[in-house]
């Protein structure tokens, strides 16, 4: 047993004493979270209060998933050796800890920092007020475990009506690596409970008598759901096969409640909160849901679909959320005859405001994307899928969701820069669409698109949305010769290669899963050449030689000072990769 604590005997008045102590702890661990949430919005009344004379300064961060950088506004001469300070600070929090220089992201060093703050005080109201008494502290472990899990379940909600969300200005994508480290320290928690309470079992010869108990057998139930959740939960795992991650993290999240609740009388406070809470989040998903009875299915090859769909009147007026959807968001699908499979998250690669439609490029691999292939192809009258097959069936389509809702007005930006890897275009595409509608022709100039891809033939879906002047202010870049031929070396080189391989879907992982969303095969391609003026380049693009030019064309001793975005979707590696060359400049000052 854990020296200074042991087994000792307690009167009735001491019983109590510990009870209510229990209890006050497990309400503050609860209290304390949400106080740090109010505490988050002194900065947003001090800058409602106190207005700056100048533009507000927006510190520029990485967003978890998709990767997305994005820099804010220069500071001024007056300012010039504070805010850099600052900028280099936020920089390094936005990093990713890497063990090696190649190796799996364990999440951003702001996460960590504020996840392992968390975890400390959590301990520290543990063991607070313990005493040496052994059952009082296992018992604090319990306690203080369950006391999160309300605050777990917010931190799932994906829509503006998380408190969370609208507290903190978040997304759902940055709050998720909270979601899971917080699930880590729950599971930390109650492992050290369970193992307590086995300790103290075998400790006093109990084991044979408390093991046939209820209580216990929940409780042993309850670990045993936990370690699953948990383990399900790791990014291999959710990498591997997200479909096996999300239904055993939606049945586990279920299931969890009422064993507890039966568990021990004392916990049921939080789990009924957990529970109403989980409510809510089953009604805003039931809410949000709209069924299309009409939507295109295109058959493109054995393993490629296109999904076209239409968007009646109703779903773009003023008050719908698809007409006020954000490039570069994402939506759910599900099938109405598969209601229970809700699959993962697919980048709307369109405008439907200006469209009328959602288009989604769908390539079935391993997990969710192999179930709808299976589905949709049974439906197709032929089995001939060499030549293109179309039919209709029913879809329900959840949102749109994405952090791209809470991106700056980029329109007042001097330069901006798009950088995509191969799927990463259906988010970029949209922004490059949308920057350029809102651009006079006279300034799209100052909007860069770079795009890398296997071969052109990945290219091909976007080009029917993209007119003459799009066309004309991308450059694509081939990195390979043909469908057969070896990759060609570049700058990125085995970097990205070996970071993508490596990667743990930590700041990826939405990416990730929806790796489905990908190119035209070459039979489907050879009836469409390349638009005209279309500008490619062999090999990877040289990423230092771009963030050079961006930022050197764009000097920081103007009045007012230059503002540069920069905004990358793709593989890890792309991403890492960027981030280092724009951080020469961040280190040198610029935003």
């Excluded at 309850?222 to 370690?227: C, D, E, Q």
């Excluded at 003023?318 to 809700?342: A, C, M, T």
């Amino acid at each position: 047993m854990p020296l200074p604590y042991g087994f000792i005997s307690l009167d009735e008045s001491q019983l109590q004493r510990r009870r209510h102590l229990l209890d006050f702890y497990g309400q503050a661990a609860q209290l304390s979270a949400f106080l740090v949430l109010l505490a988050f919005q002194l900065p947003f009344v001090l800058a409602f209060l106190l207005p700056s004379r100048s533009s507000p300064q927006k510190p520029g961060k990485e967003h978890a998933s998709p990767i997305v950088s994005r820099f804010g506004e220069q500071s001024t001469d007056a300012n010039h050796d504070r805010v850099p300070v600052w900028r280099r600070l936020n920089w390094v929090l936005d990093q990713h800890l890497r063990l090696e220089a190649n190796g799996p992201s364990w999440g951003t060093w702001r996460v960590l920092l504020i996840t392992s703050i968390w975890a400390i005080w959590l301990s520290v109201l543990a063991v607070r007020d313990t005493g040496d008494d052994y059952l009082h502290l296992t018992k604090r472990f319990g306690i203080i475990g369950a006391s999160q899990l309300p605050l777990h379940y917010l931190l799932a909600l994906k829509s503006s009506w998380s408190p969370i969300t609208y507290l903190t200005r978040l997304s759902h994508e940055e709050l998720n690596p909270y979601h899971r480290a917080l699930g880590r320290i729950i599971l930390l928690f109650v492992s050290l409970h369970a193992s307590f309470y086995l300790n103290f079992f075998i400790q006093k010869s109990l084991l044979t008598k408390r093991i046939r108990d209820p209580d216990v057998i929940l409780g042993l139930l309850a670990i045993t759901t936990f370690l699953t959740v948990g383990t399900t939960a790791l990014a291999w795992v959710r990498k591997k096969n997200y479909f096996l991650f999300f239904v055993i993290h939606v049945a586990t999240s279920i299931f969890i409640l009422p064993v507890l609740y039966f568990h021990v009388s004392h916990l049921r406070i939080y789990i009924l909160e957990s529970a109403i809470i989980y409510i809510i989040l089953i009604a805003q998903r039931n809410i949000s849901v709209r069924t299309i009875p009409n939507a295109k299915l295109t058959h493109l090859s054995n393993n490629l679909l296109s999904i076209t769909i239409p968007l009646p009147p109703s779903y773009l007026s003023s008050n719908n959320k698809f007409k006020k959807s954000h490039p570069g968001q994402h939506i759910y699908l599900s099938l109405p005859s598969h209601s229970h499979l809700r699959l993962n998250p697919f980048t709307i690669a369109n405008l439907p405001q200006k469209d009328n439609h959602i288009r989604l490029i769908i390539r079935s691999l391993n997990g969710t994307t192999r179930i709808l292939s299976d589905i949709i192809t049974s439906s197709l009258t032929s089995p001939n899928t060499a030549s293109l097959k179309t039919t209709t069936i029913p879809l329900k389509i959840e949102g749109p969701y994405g952090s791209a809702a809470t991106f700056p007005d980029l329109t007042t930006y001097s330069r901006i820069l798009l950088v995509a890897g191969g799927v990463g275009a259906t988010f970029t595409i949209p922004i490059y669409r949308h920057l350029l509608n809102l651009h006079p022709p006279n300034r799209q100039s100052k909007i860069q698109f770079i795009w890398s891809v296997k071969s052109l033939e990945d290219a091909a879906w976007a080009f029917p949305y993209l007119d003459q002047h799009a066309i004309k202010g991308m450059e694509i870049y081939i990195s390979k010769k043909s469908s057969g031929s070896k990759q060609v070396d570049s700058p990125l080189g085995s970097q990205e290669k070996s970071e993508e391989e490596h990667d743990e879907g930590g700041e990826g992982i939405e990416l990730q899963e929806r790796e489905g969303l990908l190119s035209l095969p070459s039979s489907s391609s050879a009836s469409s050449p390349p638009p005209q003026n279309l500008t490619t380049h062999p090999g990877r693009p040289d990423l230092a030689a771009i963030v050079n030019e961006t930022f050197s064309s764009q000097p920081n001793d103007t009045h007012p000072p230059n503002k540069i975005a920069i905004l990358v979707c793709g593989p890890a590696g792309m991403g890492a990769a960027l981030r280092r060359e724009v951080g020469v400049w961040v280190r040198r000052g610029r935003e």
